[in-house]
């Protein structure tokens, strides 16, 4: 069916990723149809695959093999409802997942890529799979605390051993708490180069929050706005940009 002859859905409630389904196509091209509704003009309405249209019409497609609906308006509304809202109500198990990501190694890492499935996204899946999958309580569960390493030189540092075997680290009276607080090791002079680097670990309150970071995470690294060309970059130079001090 030619794609100038397609209208999309007026106020259709779902949002999908473009990118993603032009990336799909890219690879697989247009595997299942889509769904139309017959305006009886010459023109058709999209009813289910708005967003695939619009990904065909991004990689230079005229034509896109679509499936016509029988009914009136309010039918066709009902079925792109009753799409969408099955697609919800679905769920993935995301160790296996991980399991069939893994089977592909490296031959669609593009793909996988550009569908999201990025070292951030596989990360939030393993911590899911770790808390849900695992069922053996010896192991752990979700996050685990990083093994904390000694400092390079410890030549303004203080090592306090409590009973139980664990280390606390403190920085001598003459080092500016202030400046190891923003500048880590170099202020206390466990190297001489001024390129330390301060890992912090974000402990998220829910789900939902975690999900937000690693939206906004592959948002940042794709944005042609913030300057860089790592993630740590793009991430300084947005909240420099946005930064009030």
Do not use: C
């Not at 893994?102 to 996204?121: I, P």
């Not at 403190?170 to 080092?175: C, F, G, R």
Request: aromatic share 8%.
């Amino acid at each position: 069916m030619p794609i100038d002859s397609l209208l999309p859905l007026e106020g259709n409630p779902r949002r999908g990723d473009v990118d993603a389904i032009a990336a799909s196509y890219a690879e697989f091209g247009q595997v299942k149809p889509i769904v139309v509704k017959d305006n009886e003009d010459g023109t058709f309405t999209v009813i289910a695959g708005n967003h695939q249209m619009q990904a065909a019409k991004s990689l230079g497609w005229t034509e896109i093999a679509a499936v016509v609906l029988d009914g009136d308006d309010q039918r066709a509304i009902a079925f792109a409802l009753a799409d969408n809202r099955t697609m919800e109500l679905g769920n993935t198990d995301q160790a296996q997942v991980i399991d069939m990501i893994a089977e592909l190694g490296n031959e669609y890492s593009s793909l996988l890529d550009e569908l999201k499935w990025d070292e951030f996204e596989m990360a939030a899946m393993t911590e899911w799979a770790n808390k849900n999958d695992n069922d053996d309580e010896d192991e752990p569960r979700g996050y685990v605390a990083p093994v904390l390493q000694n400092p390079v030189n410890m030549d303004n540092v203080e090592v306090e051993e409590d009973e139980d075997g664990g280390q606390k680290f403190t920085a001598n009276a003459n080092v500016d708490s202030v400046d190891a607080a923003v500048r880590g090791s170099t202020a206390v002079g466990a190297s001489t180069s001024s390129q330390a680097i301060v890992q912090y670990t974000l402990v998220f309150d829910t789900p939902e929050q975690q999900k937000d970071w690693y939206q906004f995470i592959r948002y940042l690294r794709s944005s042609p706005v913030y300057a860089g060309t790592t993630t740590a970059e793009k991430l300084m130079d947005f909240v420099r940009s946005h930064a009030d001090y």
